[in-house]
């Protein structure tokens, strides 16, 4: 069991470029989320899928854009990359519904992104 | 979903109990308590939750006051691999899927 599995791991981009990072769990869940973390700070919520078809902004979404692509996939792209975007990416899931959302979270191990 | 307040950092040594507080003032009547923790560099792992009730689960204890406004945290015997950040959340068990994170508590335990 798989879990939640980001690819890539690691990546380096130069200012301008753009890339998509992949996510995709394996546990029939519903809800999915990107977050990104920078050093010292905690996790902020970048955008999330309560259910397929359906994406929302979390708190922090500019430069950035979603894709569910089906319920087990939800994909993060960066159009033109910034040194402001140099982070850690998180994608979680759970099995949350718009009605019962009292569920534990489970993350991928991150994607570290470098954008020269 | 409700504000929550933690100590930045805190320590504890090694094999004894590890309390981490949380203020979370504003917390609604149906808003759960979350704790997760982040060990360095990796995703973070569900921990507890709670409502209404103190929790015990393998991992930890959460201890909850009668007017819901702050909980702690209780690891019983902390080993060096319980170094970690932990978060605290309050959310709603319905409505929005949204799950926020805030700085968390950096948890130290020393040998």
């Known amino acids: 069991n798989a879990g939640v599995t980001q690819t890539p791991k690691f990546q380096v981009l130069k200012t301008g470029q753009s890339m998509t990072l992949q996510c995709a769990q394996d546990?029939?869940?519903?809800?999915m989320y990107w977050y990104r973390q920078d050093p010292g700070m905690g996790l902020r919520l970048i955008y999330y899928s309560a259910s397929e078809g359906t994406t929302d902004k979390g708190e922090v979404p500019n430069g950035y854009n979603v894709s569910r692509l089906n319920k087990r996939e939800f994909s993060l792209r960066l159009e033109s990359a910034a040194p402001s975007q140099t982070s850690v990416y998180f994608c979680?899931?759970?099995?949350?519904?718009?009605?019962?959302?009292?569920?534990?979270?489970?993350f991928g191990q991150g994607t570290r992104l470098t954008v020269v | 979903d409700a504000k929550t307040t933690q100590p930045p950092s805190m320590d504890c040594a090694e094999g004894r109990a590890a309390n981490l507080p949380c203020n979370h003032s504003t917390i609604s009547g149906n808003e759960y308590v979350y704790w997760y923790r982040q060990i360095h560099s990796q995703g973070p792992q569900y921990i507890i939750h709670?409502?209404?009730n103190n929790e015990t689960n393998e991992m930890a204890s959460l201890i909850i006051t009668e007017d819901r406004k702050s909980s702690t945290l209780i690891l019983p015997h902390a080993t060096l691999r319980d170094t970690a950040v932990y978060y605290c959340?309050?959310?709603?068990?319905?409505?929005?899927?949204?799950?926020?994170f805030g700085e968390g508590t950096q948890l130290t335990v020393n040998p």
């Open positions: 959340i309050v959310r709603v068990a319905h409505l929005s899927s949204r799950l926020t």
């Open positions: 546990m029939n869940h519903n809800s």
């Open positions: 979680a899931s759970r099995t949350g519904r718009l009605i019962y959302m009292n569920t534990e979270a489970f």
């Open positions: 709670g409502l209404k």
